[in-house]
């Protein structure tokens, strides 16, 4: 759980700490600072300056890894103003592929434990940059594979995840994941701008066992790029 009065002395540690992983991002590849807007919340995400140069042949070569995690995407902003109307409380949650935080810093805004996972370690270096800089706390985070989940990564009260479901693979071990991850009244939240493999990823959570108990569309634009995202929320059946 987040510690809501720290002492004197941790949120010392926090700054100290936070400061040295902000610097050491810096130093580790070119940056800039991009605001994401949603709705009356603006975040300051430090992120790489251009995704590409992230790309590593052996990544490519091993398991066709690209680096997608260093971009802000229209279903993060639109997932994000969702986990902004919700009431966290304390409760649980677990982000899927976390990339450069924004997600986490909305579902850590509105109340939520949360989690950050994500398969690059520089993903999960970003995000605990990105919620230090902007809420000054220290995000919790791991590596996590969706092809091998650890069996003490836990349960969770709310599971989110946006633009995850660009390949079939994923579409196909997600509902895996979340009867793994979801507590039994826990909700899913999924966040999708209209992917190939969307389809197969709601038969799939119906062959699991899993119930979409909503699909909901919100319109994303910014300049010309116009979208509509859908958002799957996903229970236990």
């Known amino acids: 759980m987040i510690d809501k009065a720290p002492s004197s002395d941790e949120r010392e540690r926090t700054a100290v700490d936070g400061d040295a992983l902000v610097l050491a991002l810096v130093r580790r590849f070119r940056t800039s600072v991009q605001e994401a807007i949603v709705d009356d919340h603006v975040f300051s995400i430090l992120k790489p300056a251009n ?136 909700t899913a939240l999924i966040g999708d701008p209209g992917r190939v493999a969307a389809p197969m990823f709601v038969e799939a959570c119906e062959a699991h066992g899993l119930k979409i108990r909503d699909k909901e569309t919100r319109p994303f634009a910014a300049g010309e790029i116009k979208q509509n995202i859908d958002i799957y929320e996903i229970g236990r059946g």
Do not use: M
């Open 51 to 186: 995704a590409d140069d992230l790309i590593r042949e052996d990544d490519f070569v091993k398991d066709e890894r690209l680096p997608y995690w260093a971009d802000v995407w229209p279903s993060s902003l639109i997932l994000a103003g969702k986990l902004l109307e919700l009431h966290g409380d304390g409760q649980t949650a677990l982000e899927l592929g976390c990339g450069v935080g924004l997600s986490t810093l909305a579902a850590t805004s509105a109340g939520f434990d949360v989690l950050s996972t994500d398969y690059y370690q520089d993903a999960l270096d970003v995000t605990q940059a990105n919620v230090f800089r902007n809420l000054g706390l220290t995000a919790r985070t791991r590596l996590v594979d969706w092809r091998h989940i650890p069996r003490d990564l836990g349960t969770f009260d709310l599971v989110f995840a946006s633009d995850v479901l660009y390949e079939k693979e994923y579409a196909l071990l997600l509902p895996i994941i979340l009867c793994r991850v979801l507590e039994p009244e826990g």
